[in-house]
């Protein structure tokens, strides 16, 4: 089974600059979620996705940060304009909305540097 | 805020047991301790999970106390690739959304 696909594994841009990120969840799974993990922290969910809805966004610094799951499959995390701050790996996760764990399984991340 | 306290790190020999301890004096109960964990440079991958009986599975063992106030997550036999941050995350099972990871523990298997 293919696992959570993400692109790209890494970035460098600019403060001010916008930046966007791809996620492909592993083949249905319902539910998506978008992580940012800063250097030395745990991660911390940005948004939770079920199928194409938005359940959770409440992490989301809604002024820079959008998310959007078309046709509720693959993902899309942009950040306008990125700040130093947003430095971070950006993690996708998807889930199967099925027992018996709920277990969310984790893509290779994005590490994203603003400079 | 994470719901759980675990040590910042740990050190483990090659082959030896590693035993890595959470505290969560404050889960309730519906609430299901979950544990995963992070290779370097990959995203977190999960281990195993329980809600008061001890639980085994062909990565690791999970021991709850009788209070359910902290668990212990045992790699029987640690490798060189068991290396990694370890979290331990409490939250109900069927609140899919409340998964808060604190800092973990970072566990380092030696040779």
């Known amino acids: 089974e293919a696992g959570v696909a993400q692109s790209p594994r890494y970035k460098i841009i600019e403060k001010r600059q916008s930046v966007a990120f791809w996620c492909n969840p592993i083949s249905g799974h319902a539910t998506l979620y978008w992580y940012q993990q800063i250097l030395g922290q745990g991660p911390k969910l940005l948004i939770q996705?079920?199928?194409?809805?938005?359940?959770?966004d409440s992490q989301l610094p809604k002024d820079r940060f959008s998310a959007e799951r078309l046709k509720g499959v693959d993902s899309t995390l942009k950040i306008q304009p990125a700040k130093l701050e947003d430095s971070a790996v950006y993690l996708c996760a998807s889930s199967p909305w099925t027992e018996p764990a709920y277990e969310q399984y984790f893509g290779p991340g994005t590490r994203l540097t603003v400079t | 805020d994470a719901k759980t306290t675990q040590p910042t790190s740990m050190d483990c020999a090659e082959g030896r047991a590693a035993n890595l301890p959470c505290n969560h004096s404050?889960?309730?109960?519906?609430?299901?301790v979950y544990w995963y964990r992070q290779i370097h440079s990959q995203g977190p991958q999960y281990i195993i999970h329980g809600l008061k009986n001890n639980e085994t599975n062909e990565m690791a063992s999970l021991i709850i106390t009788e209070d359910r106030k902290s668990s212990t997550l045992i790699l029987p036999h640690a490798t060189l690739r068991d290396t990694a941050v370890y979290y331990c995350?409490?939250?109900?099972?069927?609140?899919?959304?409340?998964?808060?990871f604190g800092a973990g523990t970072r566990l380092t298997v030696k040779p």
């Open positions: 996705f079920q199928n194409n809805g938005v359940v959770d």
């Open positions: 404050t889960i309730s109960g519906n609430e299901y």
């Open positions: 995350i409490v939250r109900a099972k069927y609140n899919n959304n409340d998964m808060r």
